[in-house]
């Protein structure tokens, strides 16, 4: 998941105006962030109302003030238990921007980037239990090999994974620059950088089982949005985006699209976007971090079926 600066909301117009917004509709930012894209929705709502999400506690330092904006600080994962808790069986929009802001790269305390030594830390919430550095220290070497390949998609996991045991074995891995020093060795002094960064994103990715958590997410977008309602996502990576794209093609994460005994075509969701949707030269210009943006807009069929 490549990183955006949270002041600058990525693909704004594009994912907004995919939501069709009406004034009197009710919709939800699963991702608030810096808040970009809830204030963005905000102004096309009248009586409407605006429900953010976002694990991160920091986010609270930025919160609009609006008597049609409520903010629950959750993972998205659980986001139909709190529209029910809060009396909304289905909802006009969904949207979500999967992307990390650049107040956790950017922030060495928290451990995400290889270019500040820090903890190694990763977690986006204080809540959750295994830092990054935890599961170096208590993953098989086949494990290491797993999330690396899965969640990196690095070139020869199974070096990398072998490197890590080896190391820690002589003395624990705790420290962001410590796993860049023992993995250095491994890459050509000309692409250090750019084979580090899918092995950080790997770990990150399984402290905050963020594949987990879209999964889940996806699973109940279906049934709380109201027919022609839309769903909107933004993604940064290819394991995200293909997630996001077969939920949109089939309504399950294989993509499979099912037909009744009659040949219709049983899918909760119509894709709005032939071509996925990225950021323009201009955007990339003004925020590099948003080069890897990639956005899939769908509107709620009439289909019932699992709802």
């Known amino acids: 998941m490549v990183a955006i600066d949270y002041h600058i909301p990525v693909l704004l117009p594009e994912s907004v105006s995919g939501l069709a917004i009406k004034p009197d509709g009710i919709y939800v930012d699963l991702t608030y962030g810096g808040g970009g894209h809830s204030r963005e929705i905000l102004k096309q709502i009248r009586n409407g109302k605006l429900i953010a999400f976002d694990q991160d506690p920091a986010v609270k330092e930025r919160l609009i003030s609006d008597k049609r904006f409520e903010f629950v600080q959750h993972n998205f994962r ?32 928290r451990g995400f980037s290889f270019r500040s030594d820090a903890d190694l830390d990763m977690r986006m919430s204080p809540g959750l239990k295994q830092t990054a550095a935890d599961i170096l220290q208590q993953s098989d070497e086949q494990e290491l090999k797993r999330i690396f390949r899965d969640y990196g998609e690095v070139a020869n996991p199974q070096r990398i994974a072998r490197r890590i045991v080896e190391t820690r074995d002589v003395k624990p891995i705790k420290s962001t620059f410590s796993l860049a020093e023992c993995l250095r060795p491994l890459f050509p002094a000309n692409r250090e950088n750019k084979m580090m960064a899918p092995v950080f994103q790997a770990l990150r990715i399984a402290v905050n089982q963020e594949i987990e958590s879209l999964h889940e997410m996806l699973e109940q977008t279906a049934s709380h949005l109201k027919p022609g309602g839309r769903l909107a996502v933004i993604s940064y990576h ?18 499979v699209i099912h037909t009744d005994l009659f040949g219709n075509t049983m899918t909760p969701f119509k894709p709005l976007n032939r071509k996925v949707i990225v950021p323009g030269p201009e955007e990339i210009e003004r925020n590099s971090r948003a080069r890897s943006a990639r956005l899939r807009i769908a509107e709620r069929t009439e289909y019932q079926a699992n709802v």
Do not use: T
């Open 78 to 109: 659980y986001f139909a238990n709190y529209l029910k808790y809060m009396g909304y069986e289905q909802v006009d929009g969904i949207l979500a921007d999967l992307g990390v802001s650049s107040e956790h790269l950017d922030n060495p305390e």
């Open 238 to 255: 290819s394991l995200e985006d293909r997630l996001v794209k077969n939920y949109i093609k089939g309504g399950n994460s294989e993509g």
